[in-house]
């Protein structure tokens, strides 16, 4: 009888590489076994993977795209499987503000583009949303993740979560994104998941038409 073996995605993982996963990062200079932009869908069928860890990579996706990014680690996870996730703090780190004086605040918010001193990793090293632990436990829950523990360990938190059931893409779309900038300004309140997706897929769409002739340019010396 053969034995099916699990699959367990390391995502975001950097020159990290962990035996017994498939590492996955957006960045080939990191030499991953696999390259992928984790913006795009996991090319895994649903309910298919065992077990996810992403340590210090929600941060970098935006109010609006980590609801479809992280709608794929959670498509792709089994009923039953186990999810890792690493951020930072945020609510402490805004605390300890003073500690770190400005300079060093800022550098920390904003995230490092030299991937530990020797690769640089562009616009995938900014941090571009903000967890506390009551927040991010909302967040996962939407999605049919289970809270099982939260630990703080120094700036960061680190969450071990369960999927418990399957929520289908369907549910997802419908969910409803709140903005305060747009509620108090010129825009919605809320927009559905289903309409921040069509226009991020047309916002990669025009960036993909000019990308080709931007990269024959030189680099500057």
Not at 49 to 56: G, K, S
Not at 143 to 163: D, P, Q
């Amino acid at each position: 009888m053969s034995v099916v073996q699990s699959i367990k995605l390391h995502l975001g993982c950097g020159t990290n590489k962990l035996p017994g996963w498939v590492n996955i990062d957006s960045v080939a200079g990191c030499q991953p076994d696999r390259v992928l932009d984790l913006m795009q869908p996991l090319p895994y069928a649903d309910q298919s993977v065992d077990e996810i860890l992403a340590e210090d990579l929600l941060e970098h996706f935006d109010k609006y795209m980590r609801y479809v990014v992280f709608g794929e680690w959670a498509r792709v996870l089994k009923v039953g499987g186990k999810i890792n996730l690493q951020v930072p703090n945020f609510k402490k780190i805004l605390f300890r503000y003073f500690k770190f004086g400005f300079d060093n605040f800022v550098d920390f918010i904003f995230g490092e583009n030299m991937w530990r001193s020797e690769i640089y990793i562009g616009h995938f090293g900014n941090h571009k949303w903000g967890y506390s632990e009551e927040n991010l436990k909302a967040f996962v829950s939407q999605f049919g993740i289970e809270t099982l523990s939260v630990e703080a360990k120094g700036l960061n938190l680190r969450l071990f979560g369960e999927k418990r059931r399957h929520v289908p893409i369907e549910e997802i779309d419908n969910f409803e994104i709140h903005s305060h900038a747009n509620a108090t300004g010129q825009g919605r309140a809320t927009l559905p998941l289903r309409f921040v997706r069509e226009r991020i897929k047309q916002f990669q769409n025009d960036i993909e038409k000019h990308e080709a002739p931007i990269a024959k340019r030189p680099v500057p010396s």
